[in-house]
C-alpha cells in the first residue's frame, strides 16, 4: 500500500458518509485534512464532491502540489470571480467548523454566496480515528525510531545538567534520525515544541496533559527549563516522534540514583493502570468507562488526587488518539462514551504528579484490535537508574 492508493479509498469512504448527511460535497481548507486526502500539505482548498473527483486549488506551491498530490485535478486557485462558478448546483457544502476561523468562513461565503454550510468535523475526526493497516505501519515503524532515542538517554542524562541541556540531546537525535518536529494538534489555543522534559516538582501550567513543565518563560511555560537535575530525583521525558506526519507519543522515567519507596510506588500503580486499560483496548468499549477505571485504581492506591496532574489541576482523561495530529480521537475521558474501533491508535499515560515530589507514570501508544491494544512503542517500560 501507499499514499496513492491510501486517498483515493479515504476520499471514497468521506463521499459515502456525505452522502448520509445529503450533502453535496466537502469544503477542505486546514492543511492537514487536505495532507490526508491528497497526500500534499500546500498551500491549497479541497472541493471533494459527494459524487465525483475531487478538485485541488492550489495557491502555493503548484508545482509541488502537482508532484505530489494523488488527484487528477489540480489546477491554480482562481480568481474571486472564477471561484463560484466551479460549485454550480452545489447548495449543502461541509466545512470543519472545528478549525475554521471567522475570517475564513466568511470570505468563502463571499465567494460561496447563498451556499449552506454545515459543520462536518465530526464526521471528519471519526473518519480520520480509524488508521488503515498502512497507516499502523507508519506508526510502527515511529515507534521504533522514537525507542531508540529513549533507549539512548542513560548515554547523555547527568546529574546536575540543565533540563533544557537534556532536552537538546534528545532533540538533536530524534532530528538526526529524521524526526521531523512538527507536532500538529487540533485543538484552540494548545501548542506544543517536541515534548518534555521535567525533573522534581516542575509545576504546572496551560497544557491540557498530567505534566507540563515549567518551561523556558512565561510566553513559553511549557517543557524543559533550566532547572538542575538532581540525584535521586525522578526525570520524566515524554516526547512525539514525528515520521512521515505521523506521531508516535511515549514518556519513560529515569532517575540519576534510587527513587523513594513513595515515587516507586506510584510508578508501579501507574504500570498497573496502563495494564489494565490495555487488557480492555478492544472494539465495542467506552471510551469512559477506561477513564473511569483508571480513576478508580488510582483511587484504590490512595493516589487519587495526584491523578493525571497536581491536586485541583487534573486532566480528565487517560488517554488520546494519535495520528497525524496529537490529538485525534478518540478520547479516553470523562463522559466520552464512544466505544472503540478496531485500528484506532491511542497514547494511553497514566501519570502522577506531586506537589512535592514530582511527576511519575508511564506513556505508551497502542492499536485498537480484537485482543486489546498492540503495543506500537517497542522498549520496555521500566524505570532507568542512571
Not at 512521515?244 to 510506588?265: H, N, P, W
Not at 491511542?346 to 486489546?372: H, M, Q, R, S, Y
Amino acid at each position: 500500500m501507499s499514499l496513492t492508493e491510501e486517498c483515493p479509498a479515504r476520499i471514497a469512504r468521506l463521499q459515502g458518509k456525505l452522502q448520509q448527511q445529503e450533502l453535496d460535497g466537502a469544503l477542505f481548507i486546514y492543511p492537514i485534512d487536505i495532507y490526508y486526502f491528497t497526500g500534499t500539505r500546500q498551500n491549497a482548498t479541497l472541493w471533494i464532491p459527494t459524487q465525483g473527483a475531487p478538485t485541488l486549488l492550489v495557491r502555493k506551491s503548484y508545482v509541488r502540489a502537482k508532484q505530489e498530490a494523488c488527484l487528477n485535478d489540480i489546477r491554480p486557485f482562481p480568481r474571486s470571480k472564477d471561484f463560484a462558478p466551479l460549485f454550480a448546483g452545489q447548495q449543502k457544502i461541509g466545512m470543519t467548523f472545528d478549525v475554521t476561523p471567522v475570517q475564513q468562513y466568511n470570505y468563502y461565503g463571499k465567494l460561496l454566496p447563498g451556499r449552506d454550510f454545515v459543520d462536518i468535523s465530526s464526521l471528519n475526526r471519526s473518519l480520520r480515528s480509524v488508521k488503515s493497516s498502512w497507516e499502523l505501519e507508519q506508526l510502527r515503524r515511529a515507534g521504533a525510531q522514537l525507542s531508540q532515542v529513549f533507549a539512548s538517554v542513560p548515554e547523555f542524562l547527568q546529574v546536575g545538567m540543565r533540563e533544557v541541556d537534556l532536552a537538546a540531546e534528545f532533540e538533536s537525535r530524534l532530528r538526526k534520525i529524521g524526526g521531523e518536529g512538527y507536532i500538529r494538534m487540533r485543538a484552540f489555543n494548545q501548542e506544543l515544541f517536541q515534548g518534555l522534559v521535567v525533573s522534581g516538582d516542575s509545576g504546572g501550567g496551560f497544557f491540557d496533559g498530567a505534566v507540563t513543565g515549567q518551561g523556558m518563560s512565561g510566553a513559553s511555560p511549557h517543557g524543559a527549563s533550566r532547572r538542575l537535575i538532581e540525584k535521586d530525583q525522578p526525570v520524566l521525558l515524554d516526547y512525539v516522534g514525528v515520521f512521515e506526519g505521523y506521531c508516535i507519543d511515549m514518556t519513560r522515567m529515569f532517575v540519576c540514583g534510587q527513587l523513594s519507596a513513595e515515587m516507586q510506588k506510584a510508578f508501579g500503580v501507574a504500570c498497573g493502570i496502563q495494564t489494565a486499560i490495555v487488557e480492555r483496548l478492544k472494539p465495542g468499549v467506552l471510551c469512559s468507562e477506561l477513564f473511569d477505571l483508571a480513576l478508580s485504581l488510582a483511587k484504590d492506591a490512595g493516589l487519587g488526587d495526584y491523578f493525571m496532574g497536581l491536586p485541583g489541576e487534573n486532566a480528565k482523561f487517560v488517554g488520546h488518539g494519535v495520528g497525524l495530529e496529537l490529538d485525534e480521537m478518540p478520547v479516553l475521558a470523562q463522559g466520552f462514551d464512544m466505544p472503540l474501533i478496531a485500528g484506532q491508535a491511542i497514547a494511553i499515560e497514566p501519570k502522577f504528579a506531586f506537589p512535592d515530589l514530582g511527576p511519575i507514570g508511564i506513556e505508551n501508544t497502542f492499536a485498537v484490535t480484537a485482543d486489546g491494544g498492540e503495543k506500537l512503542t517497542p522498549i520496555a517500560d521500566d524505570l532507568v537508574c542512571v
